[in-house]
């Protein structure tokens, strides 16, 4: 299903951007795959092309043949730092303070080889904080290449809780000391994303848009 895709998003009118992503064992970042979960993150020029892709498409007409539970999140792209396959895939929606919404982070990296010891070595210890976090709603690993390319998924209960974790907690501050010196990524990408419409559920974590409070409604 996963190489199916490609030739089917390829020419997909109104899609600037796409992955197919596999995941990691667990909630965490975690090496070893996770075969029953799989992503498909998606830019698009216009919401109404997003949508006539997932009510039309082939694809997603032979994906919903195929699962057990899925979730369709829409996200606007507040920051994004770095490069992924060489450009920054994401454009700002120049938003106004997130304040208390909900924040959705992806963090993508080509980690060396030559590194991969150490970086595999230290996530253990990176993580613990992250699972500790009170604010924290969901996290998952995914990837395109496993062990060498990989990227998170994290979705915060509001900004706050984010900033609470990437500025509190002296694992996180040790691991991004040593993305420093040790050089781990050949190339390295941060993003956050205000989320505002939740289609599904996922895991019994991410009950439909009920999260989403206020911030489910659209706006321009």
Not at 86 to 91: E, L, V, W
Request: net charge neutral; charged share 20%.
């Amino acid at each position: 299903m996963m190489q199916y895709a490609h030739p089917l998003l390829a020419n997909c009118g109104g899609l600037t951007f796409y992955r197919l992503l596999g995941s990691g064992r667990g909630l965490g970042f975690n090496p070893l795959p996770d075969w029953s979960v799989y992503s498909l993150l998606q830019v698009w020029e216009e919401e109404e092309a997003a949508q006539h892709f997932f009510d039309r498409s082939e694809l997603m007409q032979k994906y919903r043949q195929h699962v057990t539970e899925s979730w369709t999140l829409y996200m606007r792209n507040v920051s994004a730092h770095g490069k992924w396959a060489g450009s920054n895939p994401f454009k700002p929606a120049h938003l106004p303070d997130t304040g208390d919404r909900p924040i959705a982070v992806i963090t993508r990296a080509n980690i060396r080889p030559n590194k991969m010891y150490q970086f595999w070595k230290f996530v253990p210890t990176s993580e613990r904080p992250l699972r500790e976090s009170p604010g924290l709603l969901y996290t998952k690993g995914i990837g395109e290449v496993p062990l060498f390319q990989m990227a998170t998924f994290s979705l915060w209960k509001d900004f706050e809780s984010l900033k609470v974790f990437a500025y509190e907690s002296s694992e996180h501050r040790e691991a991004i000391k040593k993305t420093r010196v040790l050089n781990w990524y050949s190339e390295e990408l941060f993003s956050r994303f205000v989320p505002y419409r939740s289609i599904g559920s996922w895991a019994d974590v991410v009950p439909s848009s009920e999260w989403l409070g206020d911030n489910g409604h659209k706006t321009e």
